[in-house]
Every structure is written in structure tokens, then in C-alpha cells.
């Protein structure tokens, strides 16, 4: 009985063991593996990342009941399992947020969907940038058209933009030179830092004139005083506003406000010329008919541009200088005059009907005031009545000139107007006797009318200087007449 049920039990046995050899599966076994091939009772495949590279496996294990084939799949490790013969030839296993671009096409998309928008931003803001540059740039650009009638016309155009010009050009070409040639605004404010101040070449009630270098090359800084800040402002304002450009008026280049020895100074950058103002030059120097008639030409050329209103988005506003004297004029290389200081200037649209006069309060000087200025009847919401004090002040320039012109070997030593009647710092009541109630003017030398070109500017002076402003030559009228005596000044020099 005993035996019989030992041979059962080991008949049983017998029977499990080929059940279990019988349900061993043949599965794929890589990389690491005897042969291409492994016994078990489960397949599997996994993957993990080491040192952010994929490692892929394929094998078999013994129990179906393992915690790895409950399907956990991670970033960095995953695991499948199957349960058929070979069933992990063709079995694939992704980690999460770890797809590899060139297993899935979608990474492509999903980076296209980013990147797309980006360069599409990036594009638009290249294109704003450089239409915003190509404002700034053609607000620095400018045209003048101006046509008189004895049919001489002039259109200047100069892109004076510092990217395209060398300092050279900026500061030393005559046919370019000339106000709202300035450096661009925001580049302006950093110019102060590159100048060096060499020597003081002049003094007044606005502060001191220095001749500076800037890049090698020799500009004039003016330094105006504290209590002048209006005049500062004002002629900043002028300069880089009214696209002011021509030969015979400053060459501008930079505003600045600056910290020196813990005190805020105010620059004006501008061109320098080294024979300084009429003023100065006058004194040491004795005139030839041929230079006498340039200074003057030229000045009034100045004058007439100042004076026109020229329409059109690349004009500019008609102004009116109001302190124009020998000191407020400057002597270039080539024997022409380009008129400085516009501190005080009015500015007039006619298009829009605007007047501005600003809000100096600063005044001319004394010595050069129309009789209207001095006693208090100019109307100040007329424009012309200010170009009619240019013209008395050009008058009295003209007047100073001349007397330092040679005729037959013969000139009188500088002086300035009203000599022999005020003071040498005249008062407002001085000035106001002698030119409105006494109603006099500064005796012409006699000498002048023995030469025709100086009696004809002698004639000249005295139409400037009527008591009633619209009696008074305009600027062009003299332009004009100024021109017409070139002209005839030159034919000997043709003819021989």
C-alpha cells in the first residue's frame, strides 16, 4: 500500500516537471547573451539612458510574476514583457518625454512649431529696426530750393550722415559744411567724452569758445555759462529741428551736457575756424576791394537762407537771427562768413501761421538795435518786423567792413559802430538817444565814394538803415545787388 503511493507521488511529479519543460518559451536574448537565443518562461525588452545615450536589451527570465513586467516606464528605464515564443523579436519601448528626433517625426513638428514663430518675430523686428533707421537718417537729410529772380538756382543735397562721410568731410569740405549736419541726436549725447579742450580763444557774457580735437581733427566747443542755459537750449533746438544746412551759416555737430570739475557744463560742438570772428579779423587785418566784397556777400547769403521759408517735408521754417553782429560771424579759410550764435532766433512757419520766439530772456546787443527795438515799438507777433532788424544790424556790419577796405592806400582803424557817439559799453538810454530820438547813424568815411564798389555799399548801408523797417532793403534785394557787383567786379580780371 505504501509502495503504491510512492510511485503515485513520483508519477505526479514526473507529470509536472514535463509540464513546466514543456511551458519554457525561446526568446530573443541581446546584446549580451551565448547565443541569439534564450529558455524561459517569460520575454522581455528594455531600455535605459546612461550618460543621455539609449541601451536596449532583449532577454528571458524564469518568472512571469516579476515586479520589472508590471509595464513601469520612466525617463531613464522601461521594461516589457510578452509570453510567446520570439514574441520580443519586434517589441519596441519608448521612455517618457524622451523621444529621439529621429524616431519619431513629431519632435520635428513640435520644433517647427517653435521655431517657425520665433524667426517670424525675429524677421519683424529686423524690418522695424531698419525702418526706424531709415527715418532717423532721412530726418538728417535735406534739400534747399532756393530761386530768385534774376533766375540763379540752387539745390543742395548732402546726406550728412556720419556713417557715410569721413570727420574729414564733416569738417573741412566747404561745399558740405554747414548746420544740420549734425551727428544723430542719441550720438550727440556721447560726443563730449571723445573732446579734448586745447586753448580758450574767446570770452563773453555766454560763457567761452575753445578750440577742441575731436578724432585728429580741430572743432570749437562753445561753453555756455549757468545763467545762459536758454541760449543752450535754444540754439540745440534750432540746430536739430530746423535742418538748417548751408555754407555760410555754422557747421553744427554736437549738443552736449557735460561734468567738469563737479560742474555741469553745456557744450555746443561745431565747426572751427581758425581766423575767428569778423570781429577779431577786422582788427588786424586791411581789406582789398575783392575780399571786402566777398565778407560781405557772403554774410548776406547767410542772411537770405536764414530769412526763407522753404516748403515741403525736407524744408524748413524762416527764421530770424536777432543778434547778428562781427562777433556773431566767423571768418573761414576761404575768405567767405558763416553767421553763428543763433541763441535768440525766431522761427516762423507761414504754412501752419506759427511764431516762436522762445523764451530767452536774454537780449540783443544794444549797440546793434533798430531804432524800432530800442524804443520798445517792434511788434513782436510779426515776423518781418525781426527780419528788419537783421537788416539793420547787416547794415552796420556792412559799415564796419568797409571802413577797413583800402582805397588809394588809405583805411581807417577798427571801430565799432557808434563810436564817436556812446560809450564803449553803451546803455539801452545811450543806444536809444543817439539812434531814435537824436535819430543818427555812422558817418560814412568819405574816401568810399571815390571807388565804385565801395560807394555802392555805401548806398547799401544807408537803405539798411532807414527809421521805418519797411523802408529798409530786404535780404535778397541785397543778395542781389551784391551779386550783380561780383559780377562786374570780375569781368577786368576776365578781360585781361
Not at 520665433?118 to 530750393?145: A, D, E, P, T
Request: charge should be negative; aromatic fraction near 8%; proline fraction near 4%.
Amino acid at each position: 500500500m505504501f509502495q503504491a503511493a510512492i510511485l503515485g507521488l513520483s508519477l505526479a511529479i514526473l507529470s509536472l516537471s514535463r509540464n513546466v519543460i514543456a511551458d519554457e518559451l525561446a526568446c530573443v536574448c541581446e546584446p549580451a547573451c551565448e547565443s541569439a537565443t534564450c529558455s524561459g518562461r517569460v520575454c522581455f525588452v528594455s531600455k535605459h539612458l546612461e550618460e543621455g545615450k539609449p541601451h536596449n536589451k532583449k532577454g528571458c527570465m524564469r518568472d512571469p510574476t516579476s515586479e520589472y513586467c508590471k509595464g513601469s516606464i520612466t525617463e531613464v528605464y522601461g521594461m516589457k514583457c510578452c509570453f510567446s515564443n520570439m514574441c520580443n523579436e519586434n517589441l519596441n519601448i519608448e521612455l517618457k518625454d524622451n523621444i529621439e528626433p529621429n524616431e519619431d517625426p513629431s519632435h520635428k513638428k513640435l520644433l517647427l512649431i517653435i521655431l517657425v514663430p520665433l524667426f517670424g518675430i525675429l524677421l519683424l523686428s529686423v524690418l522695424v529696426g531698419l525702418l526706424v533707421w531709415k527715418l532717423v537718417q532721412n530726418r538728417w537729410r535735406q534739400m534747399h530750393y532756393v530761386s530768385d529772380e534774376l533766375g540763379d538756382m540752387d539745390i543742395m543735397l548732402k546726406a550728412a550722415m556720419v556713417g557715410d562721410s569721413t570727420l574729414d568731410d564733416l569738417l573741412s569740405d566747404d561745399c558740405t559744411t554747414g548746420s544740420g549736419s549734425g551727428l544723430p541726436f542719441l550720438v550727440q549725447r556721447t560726443v563730449a567724452r571723445q573732446i579734448t579742450l586745447v586753448e580758450c580763444v574767446g570770452k563773453g557774457r555766454y560763457g567761452e569758445v575753445w578750440r577742441a580735437t575731436w578724432h585728429g581733427e580741430n572743432v570749437a566747443v562753445k561753453i555756455f555759462s549757468s545763467r545762459d542755459e536758454q541760449s543752450w537750449f535754444r540754439e540745440t533746438e534750432i540746430y536739430n529741428t530746423v535742418l538748417l544746412r548751408h555754407d555760410n551759416i555754422l557747421g553744427f555737430i554736437a549738443s552736449d551736457m557735460t561734468s567738469r570739475n563737479s560742474s555741469t557744463q553745456l557744450w555746443l560742438i561745431t565747426h572751427y575756424h581758425e581766423h575767428g570772428s569778423l570781429y577779431d579779423y577786422l582788427q588786424s587785418t586791411v581789406l582789398d576791394g575783392e575780399t571786402c566784397l566777398r565778407l560781405a556777400n557772403s554774410i548776406i547769403c547767410g542772411l537770405v537762407h536764414l530769412h526763407v521759408e522753404i516748403f515741403g517735408t525736407q524744408g524748413k521754417p524762416a527764421i530770424a537771427h536777432r543778434d547778428l553782429k562781427s562777433r556773431n560771424i566767423l571768418v573761414k579759410n576761404n575768405m567767405q562768413c558763416c553767421i553763428a550764435d543763433l541763441g535768440l532766433a525766431v522761427i516762423h512757419s507761414q504754412s501752419s501761421d506759427y511764431l516762436d520766439i522762445g523764451n530767452n530772456p536774454r537780449v540783443g546787443t544794444k549797440r546793434y538795435m533798430a531804432p524800432e527795438v530800442l524804443d520798445e515799438q517792434i511788434r513782436m507777433d510779426c515776423f518781418e518786423s525781426f527780419k528788419r532788424t537783421d537788416i539793420w544790424a547787416y547794415g552796420l556790419v556792412l559799415w564796419e567792413i568797409a571802413r577797413r577796405t583800402a582805397v588809394n592806400g588809405i583805411v581807417e582803424d577798427y571801430k565799432p559802430p557808434f563810436f564817436d557817439a556812446v560809450p564803449i559799453d553803451p546803455s539801452f538810454e545811450d543806444m536809444k538817444k543817439v539812434v531814435c530820438v537824436d535819430q543818427q547813424t555812422p558817418t560814412v568815411p568819405n574816401r568810399l565814394y571815390s571807388d565804385p564798389t565801395l560807394s555802392a555799399l555805401a548806398k547799401i548801408m544807408k537803405e539798411c538803415w532807414y527809421q521805418s523797417p519797411s523802408a529798409r532793403l530786404t535780404a535778397l534785394r541785397i543778395k542781389k545787388t551784391l551779386k550783380k557787383l561780383s559780377n562786374s567786379f570780375d569781368k577786368p580780371k576776365q578781360l585781361s
